[in-house]
């Protein structure tokens, strides 16, 4: 009755933008549930949304069926309570089993559509846990890759792939932070998805 938990296909846009007027998360929401039953926090042609993914990122997001709810989720959220792991294929070998980046995050001044790490005072604090799964050899045109399990401490735009391309490890098809090029025909795109969102229920108490 108050929330619902989507799993996004990749190349799905989450709401309405120049270029993606319809075939949106919001259009499918609105014609799945009517907009009157939808939150509108992030404006109205934003119904039901409470966070979002990257278009070519799949995986699980959070979805409000009203206002009161879609604000708890959203600040559940940015206090950090909400608990986001991510899979993602990154090229190259990790040595350390574990790691922290703690560096944050600003707009590129050459490309606009890029996220960069920054030292400059507007730079937003981010920061990005990862645990090895598995690692993979090198190829003959490859330096090999690495399975990794991020998990989230803040929610910028681009976060994962601009961190893990900051310590030389970008995602595997990412057009935008690396070449984008795949030896792998069935892996094309970006390689992340967004595989779990722990959360207390806020009318049952269950996590």
């Given at each position: 009755?108050?929330?619902?938990?989507?799993?996004?296909?990749?190349?799905?846009?989450?709401?309405?933008?120049?270029?993606?007027?319809?075939?949106?998360?919001?259009?499918?929401?609105?014609?799945?549930?009517?907009?009157?039953?939808?939150?509108?926090?992030?404006?109205?042609?934003?119904?039901?949304?409470?966070?979002?993914?990257?278009?070519?990122?799949?995986?699980?997001?959070?979805?409000?069926?009203?206002?009161?709810?879609?604000?708890?989720?959203?600040?559940?959220?940015?206090?950090?309570?909400?608990?986001?792991?991510?899979?993602?294929?990154?090229?190259?070998?990790?040595?350390?089993?574990?790691?922290?980046?703690?560096?944050?995050?600003?707009?590129?001044?050459?490309?606009?559509?890029?996220?960069?790490?920054?030292?400059?005072?507007?730079?937003?604090?981010?920061?990005?846990?990862?645990?090895?799964?598995?690692?993979?050899?090198?190829?003959?045109?490859?330096?090999?890759?690495?399975?990794?399990?991020?998990?989230?401490?803040?929610?910028?735009?681009?976060?994962?792939?601009?961190?893990?391309?900051?310590?030389?490890?970008?995602?595997?098809?990412?057009?935008?932070?690396?070449?984008?090029?795949?030896?792998?025909?069935?892996?094309?795109?970006?390689?992340?998805?967004a595989k779990t969102i722990g959360f207390v229920h806020?009318?049952?108490?269950?996590?």
């Amino acid at each position: 009755d108050d929330l619902l938990v989507i799993n996004k296909q990749p190349g799905l846009i989450c709401h309405p933008s120049p270029g993606h007027p319809g075939g949106t998360l919001s259009n499918a929401l609105i014609h799945h549930y009517g907009r009157e039953n939808l939150a509108h926090i992030q404006g109205d042609d934003r119904p039901g949304t409470v966070h979002r993914l990257d278009g070519d990122t799949s995986g699980l997001m959070l979805c409000a069926k009203n206002d009161e709810v879609g604000y708890i989720l959203q600040d559940e959220i940015r206090r950090r309570n909400v608990d986001r792991k991510y899979l993602c294929l990154v090229h190259g070998n990790i040595a350390s089993d574990t790691g922290l980046i703690d560096a944050p995050i600003f707009r590129s001044d050459k490309n606009r559509t890029r996220m960069q790490v920054s030292d400059k005072p507007q730079a937003r604090s981010s920061v990005t846990t990862f645990n090895v799964l598995e690692r993979f050899e090198s190829g003959l045109k490859d330096n090999g890759f690495t399975l990794v399990e991020c998990k989230l401490y803040s929610g910028r735009t681009h976060q994962i792939r601009v961190h893990m391309a900051s310590i030389g490890h970008p995602l595997l098809g990412d057009t935008l932070y690396s070449s984008g090029r795949s030896p792998f025909k069935h892996l094309q795109g970006q390689t992340l998805h967004a595989k779990t969102i722990g959360f207390v229920h806020l009318k049952s108490g269950e996590y």
